[in-house]
């Protein structure tokens, strides 16, 4: 089945800074690759997907880029702001049913 | 608010003992998935029910069972538990099945004491 891997598990950056995190997955034949963003005491919540046919996907300060014969997909955040403290997951389809994520980032940004 | 509902919110029970955690998905969605989250182990995925029949598993010890009713709501059990079940767990829903977005339920905290 599939495997992600994601890195760093921590991240502390200055406010105004970039935020990047990697992953990579096992699985070939996965094609959807979401970003989820957990506050403390909540759900996982979407913030950004790509999907195999396309290379790279923005949605204002956020970025995610995929890179299909490496088999890794990043995230970027620019700019970054206190609000966006919170642990990232990222994740890849198993044969096309359920989402596998990676272990977590926890981002910490620093005003 | 993702539509998603999960009760109970905290669940404090013993070892050995069995419980029962339910969720209600977004309306329309057809999909329901069952994770755990420990704090060494991240998102473990469990299970999948669409339309009411298993699609995929994951992890999920014998001890755990699942079923997604007629009315589309889905139940998780677990059953002789032990001190390293006590964990998060969460219900996801999708309109479909497979390579698209979930949307999570604030998830049941489930203390084994």
């Known amino acids: 089945g599939e495997n992600v891997e994601q890195h760093p598990s921590t991240l502390s950056v200055q406010e105004g800074d970039s935020a990047v995190i990697k992953c990579t997955y096992s699985?070939?034949?996965?094609?959807?690759f979401p970003w989820y963003k957990q506050e403390l005491g909540k759900g996982p919540q979407l913030i950004i997907d790509?999907?195999?046919?396309?290379g790279e996907k923005k949605d204002q300060r956020i970025a995610v880029t995929l890179n299909k014969t490496a088999k890794h997909f990043s995230l970027h955040i620019t700019e970054t702001q206190p609000e966006d403290s919170a642990v990232y997951f990222c994740?890849?389809?198993?044969?096309?049913?359920?989402?596998?994520f990676g272990k977590g980032t926890t981002l910490s940004v620093s005003s | 608010d993702s539509g998603v509902t999960q009760t109970p919110k905290h669940l404090i029970t013993a070892t050995g003992q069995r419980v029962t955690l339910r969720c209600s998905p977004r309306?329309?969605?057809?999909?329901v998935y069952w994770y755990q989250q420990s704090l060494d182990q991240g998102l473990q995925f469990l299970i999948q029910?669409?339309?009411?029949?298993?699609?995929a598993k994951g992890n999920i010890l014998e001890r755990f069972s699942a079923q997604q009713f007629p009315d589309l709501h889905s139940e998780l059990n677990l059953s002789s538990l032990e001190l390293g079940d006590s964990a998060l767990y969460f219900c996801?829903?999708?309109?479909?099945?497979?390579?698209?977005?979930?949307?999570f339920g604030s998830g049941t905290q489930l203390s084994v004491l």
């Open positions: 029910y669409y339309n009411g029949e298993e699609r």
């Open positions: 994740a890849a389809d198993q044969a096309g049913t359920a989402l596998i």
């Open positions: 699985d070939s034949a996965s094609n959807y």
């Open positions: 309306s329309g969605d057809l999909s």
């Open positions: 996801a829903s999708s309109v479909s099945q497979g390579e698209e977005k979930l949307f």
């Open positions: 790509i999907r195999s046919n396309v």
